[in-house]
């Protein structure tokens, strides 16, 4: 069997063999197809490795020399089998063939090794980096200030997964649970937050990703900046604008919606914002907050509305303590029913 070495490989691939060097391929390809084959899965592999050596144009530059080599060289023998009138005509243009996958798979053989070598220059004139995990108690916020000062406030439970140096082009970090950042501005890196159904990709922002897991409700709400939301297999995305959310549930597609998004971020602001609302609308809030039921009077005027902010509490009965004291309201709670007048 013809022994092929990845030097002649290499030459073929670049245009460089000799006329004896020729011969020998040819000899190695009429031995089996399999030959060319196993040079066509390098191709695969290259694809793959998505041309790191190379820009994509230059590979099918490359590609094309080759084969405009191999086809005149087919054309050649072709006459040359027509003029002899026997049965290697037929075989002669299955070599041609052949020898066209030999070039394509050739070529990648060079580029795949190129490319590879490019990747561990590059590696290894990286520093190794090194992953960091910051969780929140099960009762308390916790605060992590990134390499680059982007703030994140993890909400209780939540956990994050971030470099402790953002070496790359891309500053990525992971959230499982609910997390508020205020991202630095860096427009030669984007900042990504990986979530378990949805990813946030940012120049410089600040918004709540709310990453919820097993089923549960995601989302992102905007309050500063521009993001772009995209579902983790990354087949559906969206920009949003400050005042905009962004939601994933029961497996649908990305639903955007304008809201108060200051609203998402109470647990950590621990203000809640009011403005141009009515009594009612001040309500609903509370009712969202709270996880409550609020019957409102029918005595309550509601042309009336009103705007400001008041401290979050942890209970509903010091949130309306602090409200009676500032409108004209009063109530009263009967199981879990809150009576406002």
Do not use: F
């Given at each position: 069997m013809t022994e092929i070495s990845d030097e002649i490989k290499v030459r073929f691939a670049t245009g460089e063999c000799s006329d004896e060097e020729l011969k020998v391929l040819a000899r190695w390809m009429k031995e089996s197809e399999a030959n060319a084959e196993e040079l066509l899965a390098l191709e695969r592999v290259y694809r793959e490795a998505q041309a790191d050596a190379m820009p994509h144009r230059e590979v099918e530059q490359a590609l094309e020399r080759t084969h405009a080599q191999i086809e005149k060289r087919g054309e050649h023998e072709e006459r040359e089998a027509a003029?002899?009138?026997?049965?290697?005509?037929?075989?002669?243009?299955?070599?041609?063939?052949?020898?066209?996958?030999?070039?394509?798979?050739?070529?990648?053989?060079?580029?795949?090794?190129?490319?590879?070598?490019?990747?561990?220059?590059?590696?290894?004139?990286?520093?190794?980096?090194?992953?960091?995990?910051?969780?929140?108690?099960?009762?308390?916020?916790?605060?992590?200030?990134?390499?680059?000062?982007?703030?994140v406030w993890l909400n209780c439970g939540a956990t994050l997964r971030y470099p402790e140096q953002f070496c790359d082009t891309l500053r990525k970090v992971a959230l499982t649970g609910e997390g508020y950042f205020e991202v630095a501005k860096d427009h030669r890196k984007p900042f990504v937050v990986e979530g378990t159904t949805l990813d946030v990709r940012v120049l410089g922002t600040v918004f709540n990703f709310r990453n919820g897991s097993n089923g549960s409700r995601s989302e992102v709400s905007l309050l500063e900046g521009s993001v772009r939301v995209s579902t983790d297999s990354a087949d559906s995305s969206v920009v949003l604008r400050p005042g905009q959310k962004a939601c994933l549930a029961d497996g649908r597609g990305i639903v955007v919606s304008n809201a108060d998004t200051r609203l998402d971020a109470v647990w950590h602001t621990r203000v809640i914002p009011f403005e141009e609302s009515n009594i009612r609308q001040i309500a609903d809030v509370l009712e969202q907050l709270y996880d409550v039921k609020i019957v409102v009077g029918k005595s309550i005027d509601l042309s009336k509305t009103y705007s400001g902010e008041i401290q979050w509490n942890e209970s509903i009965e010091k949130e309306l303590s602090?409200?009676?004291?500032?409108?004209?309201?009063?109530?009263?709670?009967?199981?879990?029913?809150?009576?406002?007048k």
């Open positions: 003029a002899a009138g026997s049965d290697d005509t037929v075989r002669t243009v299955k070599m041609g063939r052949l020898r066209r996958w030999m070039a394509a798979a050739a070529v990648v053989l060079v580029l795949v090794c190129a490319g590879l070598y490019t990747m561990r220059e590059y590696k290894a004139a990286q520093p190794e980096m090194k992953y960091l995990l910051a969780k929140a108690s099960a009762t308390t916020p916790r605060r992590v200030v990134l390499a680059d000062g982007t703030r602090l409200l009676q004291n500032t409108l004209p309201i009063s109530y009263e709670k009967k199981g879990k029913v809150i009576y406002i």
